[in-house]
Nanobody, 130 residues
């Protein structure tokens, strides 16, 4: 079974940094034609938001406008781990962050990179104090 475990959340001051990790297990790359790992977040009382995603095969990345230039997604395929480096954090970044896997990547999937994820891990809480 696909398992995803997010970690690295915590309390940080405005302007600070955190690095989240998403450890994937229970599958190998050969189990899918290709896949993407995405980061999502949900703040209290708000709808979930796609933050970023990375494609396993070629490392192409996607970001929400709200985090461009501040967050960087990367992967260590040997460790089956995806990272989200978050810099210049703002109070509005406060949320529970989740990682998810999408295994259906049709041509042009990047136009809806924040949809269609099939497997989800438990989240990690990020709190940015003002």
């Amino acid at each position: 079974d696909v398992q995803l475990q997010a970690s690295g959340g915590g309390l940080v001051q405005t302007g600070g940094s955190l690095r989240l990790s998403c450890a994937a297990s229970g599958f190998t790359f050969d189990d899918f034609d290709d896949y993407a790992i995405g980061w999502f977040r949900q703040a209290p009382g708000k709808d979930p938001e796609g933050v970023s995603a990375i494609k396993r095969s070629d490392g192409s990345t996607f970001y929400a406008d709200s985090v461009k230039g501040r967050f960087t997604i990367s992967s260590d395929n040997a460790k089956n781990t995806v990272y989200l480096q978050m810099n210049s954090l703002k109070p509005e970044d406060t949320a529970k962050y989740y990682c998810a896997l999408r295994d259906t990547l049709l041509v042009g999937w990047g136009y809806n990179w924040n949809e269609g994820y099939d497997y989800w891990g438990r989240g990690t809480l990020v709190t940015v104090s003002s």
